[in-house]
């Protein structure tokens, strides 16, 4: 199966900073079927970025996806205090799907 | 608009059965694959399996073949997720999750307690 590396595990910013999140694959991401969610407490998970790169529906420009094959990074530019939470990348191009263990962004 | 809602919770003894369902409205339930995905408490998300509606295709992950039964009832829009014996270990958030493009849309999660 297809392992995801997610780092750092814990990220310490301040409101407006950028976040930069990586997101490894053991193996190469299939047509780079690379997902991101970002959970808060007591929430389900919320879909972000879809095909590495695209932002899905509702979702701030503020967040961006990028990579390919291996290596995916998800950037939020401008931080603001509604985005800081546990951050996930799933693969679905194999199966069987799996997740990263996720980066969690905290308040510096 | 698309909709999973999920099953109450439960608390159950070890060796007991479950079957929690998530039914699904606001989209054609037979044409996208829906499936469940585990949190452990305080832990991160991980991959149960998922199934095809419009012809029962199922697929699990490693650590959960022959440990639950997923399955689906399409008159009614319906996925379920089953035990026959469970386990303290398994205590957790289910969720269930519509696949698209990655999980587009989640169930609320339902808390399954397993205690003694």
């Known amino acids: 199966e297809t392992v995801l590396t997610q780092s750092p595990g814990t990220l310490s910013l301040s409101p407006g900073e950028r976040a930069t999140l990586s997101c490894r694959a053991s193996?190469?991401?299939?047509?780079?079927?690379l997902a991101w969610y970002q959970q808060k407490p007591g929430q389900a998970p919320r879909l972000l970025i879809y095909g590495a790169a695209s932002r899905a529906t509702g979702i701030p420009e503020r967040f961006s996806g990028s990579g390919s094959g291996t290596d995916f990074t998800l950037t939020i530019n401008r931080l603001e205090a509604e985005d800081f939470a546990v951050y996930y990348c799933q693969q679905y191009g194999t199966l069987p799907y799996t997740f990263g263990q996720g980066t969690k962004l905290e308040i510096k | 608009e698309v909709q999973l809602v999920q099953s109450g919770a439960e608390v159950k003894k070890p060796g007991e059965s479950l079957k929690i369902s998530c039914k699904a409205s606001g989209y054609r339930f037979t044409n996208d694959w829906i499936g469940w995905v585990r949190q452990m408490p305080g832990k991160g998300l991980e991959w149960m399996g998922i199934i095809y509606p419009g012809d029962s295709s199922t697929r699990y992950g490693p650590s959960f073949q022959g440990q639950v039964t997923i399955s689906a009832d399409k008159s009614i829009s319906t996925a379920y997720l089953q035990w026959s014996s469970l386990k303290a270990s398994d205590t957790a958030i289910y969720y269930c999750?519509?696949?698209?493009?990655?999980?587009?849309?989640w169930g609320p999660g339902t808390l399954v307690t397993v205690s003694s």
């Open positions: 999750a519509r696949y698209t493009y990655g999980i587009d849309y």
């Open positions: 193996q190469s991401v299939s047509s780079n079927n």
